[in-house]
């Protein structure tokens, strides 16, 4: 089908759009796909014959439509809709059989991917409105903490129409800070939408299967075939405090043995780059009227980075590890905005209730290389 018949139909027959003023930039056999300044990478078109019915993104129905000229002779799906789900900036962590350190963490045998970033307000609230369109909460992905506490990212607005009912608060510039108030759970369940393809994917099982499972359950671990899951201790570990060049680790995720600068912060929750070996840590981050705050994802810049480019895996938001800590806890790695400088350290281990949802953690995500 000719694209810019395809245009034609969306502009004429009426659509719920997600995006706003999106560009139409290309189309093949299989998808449409839309770009615009207020998403990072691509959107996809999805089309549906009746509200309440499953959205395709299959053309292939549209394509054996008969047209004449600029008509269309049979009926078309009178409801489209732009959904725009995660775009992820991977790293590579090489350099497989590295040892482990002195603390006994960090070995890989292994090169894999990590996010670059922690997951932000934009990429939590596109996967609530693909898996929970209707707003019913029922894996309790949501905490209404989200939209109601200052530092949250989310408003849950539920006379929206269905699939747009979780919204960034862009009002606050939370939408590239790290999303907090999810639980592991929660993160578990981003990573089997995003192994089985995202859109209304399955959130059940998939890297993990969490069938049945009790809150308080750790005995939940990676499948077999996993393409997306939470690192492990010591996937997380080595990104986050290995330094290739020498085959050593770092005291802190900066690269550097030394503590980093605290992170101040500007209007909008960027950090302020007034030296290297930035974080954001110890309350420092004050702004829009809180004594701390996120801070926006890689904004301390490369000097702050780990060895492998990794961001923000001192301070900002801890992080969910897939570890457990314990019988009844799981790992959570690298300090948050209002802890001191010994919880950024390689040797601060702590844990906590994968059913725990607190303001002070959130996670990043892995796959495979």
């Not at 499972?213 to 570990?237: H, I, K």
Request: with cysteine.
């Amino acid at each position: 089908m000719k694209l810019s018949l395809l245009a034609s139909i969306f502009v004429l027959m009426g659509c719920s759009v997600y995006a706003q003023q999106p560009q139409l930039v290309s189309a093949d056999l299989g998808t449409i796909s839309w770009t615009n300044s207020l998403t990072q990478g691509v959107v996809n078109i999805e089309w549906t014959q009746a509200l309440g019915n499953s959205w395709k993104q299959d053309w292939s129905s549209l394509r054996s439509r008969p047209i004449t000229g600029s008509v269309m002779t049979a009926a078309v799906p009178m409801f489209f809709r732009v959904a725009a789900y995660p775009s992820i900036e991977w790293v590579i962590i090489s350099n497989a059989h590295n040892a482990a350190d002195s603390t006994g963490y960090g070995a890989v045998n292994y090169s894999f991917r990590i996010s670059k970033f922690e997951v932000n307000n934009d990429q939590y609230a596109s996967f609530l409105n693909a898996v929970d369109p209707s707003g019913v909460n029922t894996s309790q992905l949501y905490n209404i903490s989200m939209g109601t506490e200052s530092r949250g990212g989310i408003s849950k607005l539920s006379l929206n129409p269905d699939g747009m009912k979780y919204l960034v608060r862009t009002n606050i510039f939370m939408q590239n800070k790290p999303v907090i108030y999810v639980s592991f759970w929660d993160a578990c369940r981003f990573c089997n939408w995003m192994h089985n393809g995202q859109g209304s994917g399955n959130t059940e099982t998939g890297a993990y299967d969490l069938v049945g499972v009790n809150p308080a359950n750790t005995s939940v671990s990676r499948s077999p075939g996993a393409r997306y899951f939470l690192p492990n201790e010591d996937e997380w570990y080595k990104a986050a405090y290995y330094y290739s060049a020498g085959a050593n680790y770092w005291l802190y995720p900066t690269r550097a043995n030394t503590a980093p600068t605290v992170a101040t912060a500007a209007s909008n929750g960027d950090i302020v780059v007034n030296s290297d070996w930035l974080a954001n840590y110890n309350r420092g981050a004050v702004w829009n009227n809180q004594d701390g705050n996120l801070t926006s994802v890689g904004s301390g810049g490369p000097s702050s980075w780990s060895s492998y480019h990794v961001a923000d895996m001192a301070g900002n938001a801890e992080e969910w590890n897939e570890s457990s800590f314990s019988t009844n806890s799981r790992v959570i790695r690298g300090g948050c905005w209002f802890d001191l400088e010994q919880f950024l350290r390689s040797t601060a281990r702590n844990g906590m209730s994968p059913s725990n949802e607190l303001s002070s953690v959130g996670f990043r995500i892995a796959c495979p290389l």
